[in-house]
T-cell receptor, first 113, second 116 residues
Framework: DGGITQSPKYLFRKEGQNVTLSCEQN?????MYWYRQDPGQGLRLIYY???????QKGDIAEGYSVSREKKESFPLTVTSAQKNPTAFYLC????????????FGDGTRLSIL | AQSVTQPDIHITVSEGASLELRCNYS??????LFWYVQSPGQGLQLLLK??????LVQGIKGFEAEFKRSQSSFNLRKPSVHWSDAAEYFC??????????????FGRGTSLIVHP
């Protein structure tokens, strides 16, 4: 079955450490997105990518970085510059032509040790 | 810029009762509207979408939503709630950005609690 795989499901970060969250999709979708979810705040867009080798900042990009070297993969790095990284991170993908709904992975919960 | 308001943070209903979750949007043109559901620790699943045409939209799991342009609303309804419907519900409005990208904006969510 086609879908989006996020790994790991749980991740712990030490102070001053960078961590990378994986997102892989086999839906042949052009566009991919990263969201951060905090209780009571809904989903906030971190980065998105419409095509390979191109990505754009979302509303809360500071302290995060991404790459899009392959259509199937859109990893997110949470850098040490992100002072409050504890959150639930969701990856999504969609067709980029027209108004298409997003498909979501099951998320990665990141916590600070 | 578009925005979405879900006025109710929590909604509590009894199993078998009807349900209506409210969603109001702000967008200058014809909106593209979605409802998603999220179970604890999971990703979001699409319930239904409205792009154009009939303003009453049927979705999965027995849900429906009605687009009312005059009220800028897209409320989600279900005639009889099941205990398994307890989850977080998100309304979203999609719009094309000036750069040609499609980026949805999500509401803050409504948590549905179902009493037996």
């Amino acid at each position: 079955d086609g879908g989006i795989t996020q790994s790991p499901k749980y991740l712990f970060r030490k102070e001053g450490q960078n961590v990378t969250l994986s997102c892989e999709q086999n839906l042949n979708h052009d566009a991919m997105y990263w969201y951060r979810q905090d209780p009571g705040q809904g989903l906030r867009l971190i980065y998105y990518s419409q095509i390979v080798n191109d990505f754009q900042k979302g509303d809360i990009a500071e302290g995060y970085s991404v790459s899009r070297e392959k259509k199937e993969s859109f990893p997110l790095t949470v850098t040490s510059a992100q002072k409050n990284p504890t959150a639930f991170y969701l990856c999504a993908s969609s067709m980029s032509r027209g108004y298409q709904p997003q498909h979501f992975g099951d998320g990665t919960r990141l916590s600070i040790l | 810029a578009q925005s979405v308001t879900q006025p109710d943070i929590h909604i509590t209903v009894s199993e078998g009762a009807s349900l209506e979750l409210r969603c109001n949007y702000s967008y200058g043109a014809t909106p593209y509207l979605f409802w998603y559901v999220q179970s604890p620790g999971q990703g979001l699943q699409l319930l239904l979408k409205y792009f154009s045409g009939d303003t009453l939209v049927q979705g999965i799991k027995g849900f429906e939503a009605e687009f009312k342009r005059s009220q800028s609303s897209f409320n989600l309804r279900k005639p009889s709630v099941h205990w398994s419907d307890a989850a977080e519900y998100f309304c979203a409005v999609g719009a094309i950005t000036s750069g040609g990208s499609y980026i949805p904006t999500f509401g803050r969510g409504t948590s549905l609690i179902v009493h037996p």
